[in-house]
């Protein structure tokens, strides 16, 4: 089905860190509508299972579709390792949907031959094997060590970074001898650029450290332009939907968007 240029791009992650890849796509793409959907009532996916995470996902695709959105981006690398061969075959034709885990190890698989190259996610991410999996079908000879943190991400959900406590749970994860002497760092979950600069500091400027926000903002801008799906100009707008609402939210959104932001609680199951 076409849709028109001005239909909406929509985002959907478990909680705030998926708000990290919608402000790169407003940064990158400021004439896109956006809309936005917070899974609050079930963050953090990363300890649920892969049958939870579907469920899911394929509710909030509804959510979208009725919004009539163009595009969907799976802003959560629980969900993208999960539920994105489902959502692409639940959705087929009614949009295009992008998620967070190609775009990266397109990035690391150009950059990185011959590398050693760190990840760190949660523990649905690093138990799927898929990034492990897709850097070494481009048989670029990159090796690849991956460590689950499972407490970073409610850590940032909670509001605790920039401060001693995020400082100590970061140093005892990235002191493990697992990721150590590393080319480059793979954040792969979007909550983890909120303490992007916090891991940088503890590695040292001799280590990259990758996030998938500004990457996934650039395909998502190259889908738009290759199909002719970008919206040139106009003033943007944005709604936010979350299945539970939280003040934690809604501030980091706020933060986030430098404006005025009203949030539409909208549960899964009524």
Known sequence: ??????????????????L???HAIRQTLPHENIIYFGDTAHLPYGDKSEAAIQAYSIKIADVLLKKGCKVIVIACNSASSAAYELLKEYVRKDAHIINVIDPMVELVTHNYENKKVGLIGTKRTV???????????????????????????PMIEEGFFNNQISH??????????????????????????LIKKEIAAFLGCRVHVLDSAIVVAEALANYLTENNLLNPAGEPDHHFFVSDYTE????????????????????LWN
Do not use: W
């Not at 140093?171 to 983890?192: E, G, N, W």
């Open 1 to 18: 089905m076409k849709k028109e240029v001005t239909a909406p791009v929509g985002i959907f992650d478990s909680g705030i860190g998926g």
């Open 20 to 22: 990290t890849v919608a």
């Open 127 to 153: 138990q799927s094997d898929i990034y492990s999996k897709k850097i070494e079908e481009a048989r670029k000879n990159i090796s690849l060590h991956s460590l689950a943190t499972p407490l970073l991400a």
């Open 168 to 193: 100590e749970i970061i140093s005892q994860y990235l002191d493990d001898p697992s990721i150590k002497d590393m080319d480059a760092l793979v954040l792969a979950c979007t909550h983890y650029p």
């Open 248 to 267: 934690a939210f809604e501030a980091s959104t706020r933060l986030f968007f430098h404006q005025k932001v009203t949030l539409e609680r909208h549960p």
